[in-house]
């Protein structure tokens, strides 16, 4: 019988879960603005500095791919001994301090080793997140949820206009104020996170354990299916020439003499909006494989724009420059996005923690590490010309092994639980 004490529990869990998806959108929207806001100029600080070595920036640029290396150990402690919500707050802590501690330095080791630290710490919320708006969530909204995540990204673009003006300097790029800006909204995520719905352990075993559960590999064993192992052949192949934008993009913007690096880089943020809005609509009409295709085009079509961009000359330099930016919204939620709910399908709810971690450290880990150091010996060799169509080649192999070799998944294994 519909009562008045029914109806008002109905309006009471719907009040409840809309507070869930707000909570779980600004989790995201402060972990990934805190991240853009610093790390996005960082090529071109870095590339100021009469004191370090392109040898020497490359390693200080591969610190987000050696962090992504932390990620299993947290997956498998956010599993079986804390509450995955109180690590990324702690975690979250960490990063504050060691981004306010990398901003007093004026070394090569004293940056290698601050900022090493404060990805270490970082990387995994990555893996963390995810799995936190997972078990709350389905997984066909993560898409929706993840969204919060660019929106952030691009604020940070915004943020880096105000900053100038209220700040009064003559520019926010370039400077070590991204870092000490980046220390603060990591503090305010920590207390943020602290609010979050409670994600405790899912998985809790007696005796001891074994290396392989200590390092998180028990995953492997989980996820033995050939095609999945081909996904991550394709993930780690293109994540390599994905990080010639996403690590050495201010550096060409740089080069190309542009002010307000991440103000204009946080384009392709804004773009991220509406293709994470539609992507599981994507998912749903066409399947995984073509939703990756899409995305891997999509990149393909940056690197050929930013390589018109150079060639065309200054008329229509912005013309072309835009036309690589703007794609990273395809790239970024049709195969990486994609590729996370894909994962989170695979494994049983006690995993799905581990399993993001794992994917977090063998694409954005030992994926983002080759692309760094591969791109960064590239770099020393070739104009910004030929780069890009040494990375568009990377991109179209990555194309090809796509369509060759990986299936959609099967009905048992549907990439969207609507």
Known sequence: MNTPEKRLHRVRDASLGRLVYIKLGVMMFMQYFMYAVWWMPLAAFLKSLPNLTPQQMTLILCSS?????????????????????????????????????????????????????????????????????????????????????????????????????????????GTELPLYCGSGVAIVAALINLTLPKTPPMRKRAGKYSIVDILGLRIVS????????????????????????????????????????????????????????????????????KAMFFGLLAMLVRFMSFYASVEMGQQWWWFFCMGGILPHGLIFGLFFVAGQVYTGNLVPQEYKAEAQGFLLFFIWGAGYLVGTLVNGKLIEYFDWPALFLIVSAMTAVA????????????????????
């Not at 050696?66 to 150990?73: C, L």
């Not at 997972?134 to 990204?153: A, D, E, K, N």
């Not at 299916?225 to 993930?235: A, E, G, H, I």
């Not at 990986?406 to 639980?417: R, W």
Request: glycine share 8%.
């Open 222 to 289: 989980i996820l033995k299916d050939r095609n999945f192992n081909r996904f991550l052949l394709v993930s780690f192949l293109a994540i390599i020439p994905f990080t010639m934008y996403n690590v050495f993009g201010s550096m060409f913007l740089a080069s190309q003499n542009v002010r307000n690096i991440t103000f204009t880089m946080g384009w392709g943020q804004i773009s991220e909006l509406f293709f994470l809005l539609i992507t599981t609509g994507i998912l749903v009409k066409y399947g995984l494989k």
């Open 399 to 418: 194309i090809v092994l796509l369509l060759v070799l990986f299936k959609n998944p099967s009905e048992g294994k549907s990439i969207v639980n609507k």
């Open 65 to 173: 791919a050696i962090g992504s290396i932390t990620a299993p150990f947290m997956g498998v402690i956010a599993d079986r001994y804390l509450n995955a919500e109180k690590l990324l707050a702690g975690l979250n802590v960490m990063v504050a301090v060691f981004l306010l501690l990398a901003a007093q330095q004026t070394g090569y080791a004293g940056w290698m080793i601050t900022v090493y630290l404060a990805m270490s710490c970082y990387m995994p919320t990555w893996g963390l997140t995810s799995s936190i708006a997972m078990t709350h969530v389905p997984s066909g909204q993560f898409p929706r949820i993840r969204m919060l995540g660019t929106i952030g990204w691009a604020a940070s673009g915004l943020f880096s206009l105000v900053a100038v003006y209220l700040l009064g300097v003559p520019k926010f790029d």
